[in-house]
């Protein structure tokens, strides 16, 4: 199996993992089925990976660091105007790309 594919599979599965945990325990963090999580777990993975192959962010230890985490802020906060039934407050986003970002971290980097 292609690393990189395998490593934006664990990513999707590990951001339906954080998007169930962030829902239930934050305040103003509501997505109206399981549909629409699994719809915006997909898109948030899909966003990440367009903006890691155009910018190159994850090669580099500061992009999977404190860029990385400030993408997934906006990549998650910016999600509720493209996914119907996702509703996020800034404050929520960010505790969820401090989970994401911490998983994404531990992921292997994809080889070239």
Do not use: W
């Not at 594919?5 to 599965?13: G, I």
């Not at 963090?29 to 367009?50: E, G, K, Q, R, T």
């Not at 660091?65 to 509720?80: D, E, L, R």
């Amino acid at each position: 199996m292609n690393t990189r594919f395998s490593q934006n599979l664990s990513r999707l599965f590990i951001s339906i993992s954080i998007f169930v945990f962030t829902v239930f325990l934050t305040p103003n963090f509501n997505i109206d089925n399981i549909y629409i999580l699994i719809l915006s777990a997909i898109f948030i993975v899909v966003i990440d990976y367009l903006i890691a192959t155009i910018t190159g962010i994850h090669d580099y230890p500061i992009g999977r660091g404190i860029v990385g985490f400030f993408s997934a802020i906006v990549i998650i906060y910016a999600t509720q105007f493209f996914i119907s039934g996702y509703y996020i407050s800034i404050f929520s986003s960010i505790i969820a790309a401090a989970i994401y970002s911490m998983a994404d971290y531990i992921l292997p980097n994809a080889e070239k």
